[in-house]
T-cell receptor
Framework: ETGVTQTPRHLVMGMTNKKSLKCEQH?????MYWYKQSAKKPLELMFV???????ENNSVPSRFSPECPNSSHLFLHLHTLQPEDSALYLC????????????FGQGTRLTVV | QKEVEQNSGPLSVPEGAIASLNCTYS??????FFWYRQYSGKSPELIMS????GDKEDGRFTAQLNKASQYVSLLIRDSQPSDSATYLC?????????FGSGTKLNVKP
């Protein structure tokens, strides 16, 4: 596989469920990101990992918990989400931790019911 | 004030025309500028980057940067229906990276 791969592509979960989103990059990049994309809003940067260390957390609620076990894998653990958390969650990677020239995965369309 | 501003559109142009997409940014120390294309239901894809004032051409695409006026634009020549998408402007500042909310382009056959 090449590029950035996200699973699952679609997820429907109840507000009391716990689920995880997975991202894997095959580009040899050093940085990985989670973005949230809601309708008619700019991409919202959630978390940045550079060389497996979290370097940015943009005031994201604790019901979203990231995990980066190595430079190729990134997870977003979800628990007790709200309906307003329904969105497209995009993973991206780049060579450095500045976000420039990022390559995106296909995203996970999350619906919280 | 938003860090990166774009007109949400939609911008409609006929096939074969030039589409002009504009973006302004607020951080004067911004260093690098990018255009991403996002088809409906898909993820953003990097199509152009520009780092210095002036024009940068790549096929039918031309990025224009004017740091004094703090704007960056993307011109698409000979627009095709397949160019219909949302175009996101992204700006890299000293230590931050911001996306605009995107301009939706419709190219009519």
């Amino acid at each position: 596989e090449t590029g950035v791969t996200q699973t699952p592509r679609h997820l429907v979960m109840g507000m009391t469920n716990k689920k995880s989103l997975k991202c894997e990059q095959h580009l040899g990049h050093n940085a990985m990101y989670w973005y949230k994309q809601s309708a008619k809003k700019p991409l919202e940067l959630m978390f940045v990992y550079s060389l497996e260390e979290r370097v940015e957390n943009n005031s994201v609620p604790s019901r979203f918990s990231p995990e980066c076990p190595n430079s190729s894998h990134l997870f977003l653990h979800l628990h007790t989400l709200q309906p307003e958390d329904s969105a497209l969650y995009l993973c991206a990677s780049s060579q450095d931790g500045q976000g420039a020239e990022a390559f995106f995965g296909q995203g996970t369309r999350l619906t919280v019911v | 004030q938003k860090e990166v501003e774009q007109n949400s559109g939609p911008l409609s142009v006929p096939e074969g025309a030039i589409a002009s997409l504009n973006c302004t940014y607020s951080d004067r120390v911004s260093q690098s500028f990018f255009w991403y294309r996002q088809y409906s239901g898909k993820s953003p894809e990097l199509i152009m980057s520009i780092y210095s004032n002036g024009d940068k051409e790549d096929g039918r695409f031309t990025a224009q940067l004017n740091k004094a006026s703090q704007y960056v634009s993307l011109l698409i020549r000979d627009s095709q229906p397949s160019d219909s998408a949302t175009y996101l402007c992204a700006v890299k500042g000293f230590n931050k990276f911001y996306f605009g909310s995107g301009t939706k382009l419709n190219v009519k056959p």
